[in-house]
């Protein structure tokens, strides 16, 4: 079992940044990929960014790519996502989840574990 925690949310105008943590507790924390997901009102979970178990490979989604780093410290137990350029539409519940295997993934349905997120909202 793994529990994640997410944090660094907040209320935060256009083109500001954010970093959102994701601190993991259970099992050995290298042994998995970490991913981020959001969810915006009335619309499905959709990927963000994913880092595989040693950090030597990242996964964006189109809307994240050139704004948002992904990356994790195996020492500390913890991801981040790093966000930069925020606009309204980035405006979502965010969430961290680990796939066992530590490979990248982008499906919701390919990861194990899930925090119960963090609210970000991007004002005009």
């Known amino acids: 079992q793994v529990q994640l925690v997410e944090s660094g949310g907040g209320l935060v105008q256009a083109g500001g940044s954010l970093r959102l943590s994701c601190a993991a507790s259970?099992?050995?924390?290298?042994?998995?990929?970490m991913g981020w997901f959001r969810q915006a009102p009335g619309r499905e979970r959709e990927f963000v960014a994913a880092i595989s178990w040693s950090g030597g490979s990242t996964h964006y989604a189109n809307s994240a790519k050139g704004r948002f780093t992904i990356s994790r410290d195996n020492a500390k137990n913890t991801a981040y996502l790093q966000m930069n350029s925020l606009k309204p539409e980035d405006t979502a519940v965010y969430y961290c989840?680990?796939?066992?295997?530590?490979?990248?993934?982008?499906?919701?349905?390919?990861?194990?574990?899930w925090g119960q997120g963090t609210q970000v909202t991007v004002s005009s």
């Open positions: 989840a680990a796939r066992t295997w530590g490979a990248v993934a982008a499906r919701p349905r390919e990861y194990d574990y």
């Open positions: 259970g099992r050995t924390f290298s042994d998995y990929a």
